[in-house]
Every structure is written in structure tokens, then in C-alpha cells.
């Protein structure tokens, strides 16, 4: 079992370029979630999603960021535009279902994202 | 609102002595409750879960944490230090919209 696969692990890209950062989840979870992390920050949520639906975006910035989870293919987080305030870790978790007391989220490990 | 707040930003232990790393949350039912590691550019690691079973959870590695509810705690614990310890901890909190709400971190140090 691959676990969570996140790619690229690490991407610089200048200011005002795009950033794509994939997810492919563990086998047979059908529920993908985001999180930013900032240096010297914990984790902060952005995004929830299941095939073809945004469940939860509600910790998404309002401007150019977008998250797709297509019927076939990994998840996508989308920055257009970027600017340094950007920089941070993106980390991808999957679940087999919705979030609940019984059921964990596995993390990958992570995409590196530095805005020069 | 739900809340996590680790009390410590950095810990430093001597390797072979105990360790302790506090977590106090604020939630307004009753928590699921998760300790997280990160080594250094590795992604995270589940430590150990707690769903209202037994209020002291074994983990991974040694490491152990007890529920209080009274003191709204979840402090992290191990008897020894190893020096491969070394690294972050998240304390979570399970949020009622089915995300999950992390603490700021705690770096734990392990000298030789």
C-alpha cells in the first residue's frame, strides 16, 4: 500500500506563475483533505473533498485557490497567481470515509512550495 | 469553539529522561483527540488516538497520553527519551464539521 502519494515535494515558482500540487490517496479512500502549514505554525485546514464534490472549503482563501477531486485521477490544489505570502507546506490527508470519531486521517508527505 | 493549545513551543529533555508535552483543548461535545509527530521533512505521523474508550491511550514507540476531562487535558508522555524522539508534536482536536484542528506544535529536543 502506497499511502497518501503527494507530488512535487518540492516546487519554486516567482511571483504571479501558477502552482499544481497533486494528491493521490490511499487505496480505497474516497475522502481527500487539505492543509497548509506556515512556518512555525501547526496545520491549518483548507479544503475537504470527495470525488467530484468540495464538501468543506470553508478554510480556502476567497482568491486563487481552487481544489478539484475528479471521478478519475488525483486531487488538485490550484494557486494561480502566487505571491510569497504563499510559501509553506501543503499537506494532502485521505480518509476511507467521512471524518468521525473512529476514523483517522493518513497524511502524506507533503508539498513544498517556495514563491521567490 | 473549539480550540487545541499546546502550552509548550519547545521542549528539551536529556536522552533516557522523561517526557512530557501539554495539550489543553476547548471543545463543546465530547473530543476525539489525536497526538501527531513530523520528523524533519517527513510528513505526519499518527502517535496515538483517543475516541472515548479508555482515557489513557498507549501509542506508538512508548508514547502514552491521558484524557482528563475535569482539567481539559491531553498531555503526551514517555518514561525514556530516545534521541530519535527528536521532533514535532501536534496535538488535534477532532472539529465537529469533520476536519481536524491542530495546535501550534511542540518541538521536542533530545540531548545525548
Known amino acids: 500500500n502506497a499511502g497518501v502519494m503527494q507530488n512535487p515535494r518540492h516546487l519554486v515558482r516567482r511571483r504571479g506563475q501558477e502552482a499544481r500540487l497533486r494528491c493521490s490517496p490511499m487505496k480505497g479512500h474516497s475522502h481527500v483533505y487539505w492543509y497548509r502549514q506556515l512556518p512555525e505554525e501547526g496545520l491549518k485546514f483548507m479544503v475537504y473533498l470527495q470525488k467530484e464534490n468540495i464538501i468543506d472549503e470553508s478554510g480556502m482563501p476567497k482568491e486563487r485557490f481552487s481544489a478539484e477531486f475528479p471521478k478519475e485521477g488525483p486531487s488538485i490544489l490550484r494557486i494561480q497567481q502566487v505571491v510569497r505570502g504563499d510559501s509553506a507546506a501543503y499537506f494532502c490527508a485521505s480518509s476511507p470515509a467521512g471524518l468521525s470519531g473512529a476514523n483517522v486521517l493518513t497524511f502524506g508527505a507533503g508539498s513544498r512550495l517556495t514563491v521567490l | 469553539a473549539q480550540s487545541v493549545t499546546q502550552l509548550d513551543s519547545h521542549v528539551s529533555v536529556s536522552e533516557g529522561t522523561p517526557v512530557l508535552l501539554r495539550c489543553n483543548y476547548s471543545?463543546?461535545?465530547?473530543?476525539?483527540l489525536f497526538w501527531y509527530v513530523q520528523h524533519p521533512n517527513k510528513g505526519l505521523q499518527l502517535l496515538l488516538k483517543y475516541t472515548s474508550a479508555a482515557t489513557l491511550v498507549k501509542g506508538i514507540n512508548g508514547f502514552e497520553a491521558e484524557f482528563k476531562k475535569s482539567e481539559t487535558s491531553f498531555h503526551l508522555t514517555k518514561p525514556s527519551a530516545h534521541m530519535s524522539d527528536a521532533a514535532e508534536y501536534f496535538c488535534v482536536l477532532g472539529g465537529s464539521q469533520g476536519n481536524l484542528i491542530f495546535g501550534k506544535g511542540t518541538k521536542l529536543s533530545v540531548k545525548p
Open positions: 471543545s463543546s461535545y465530547s473530543p476525539s
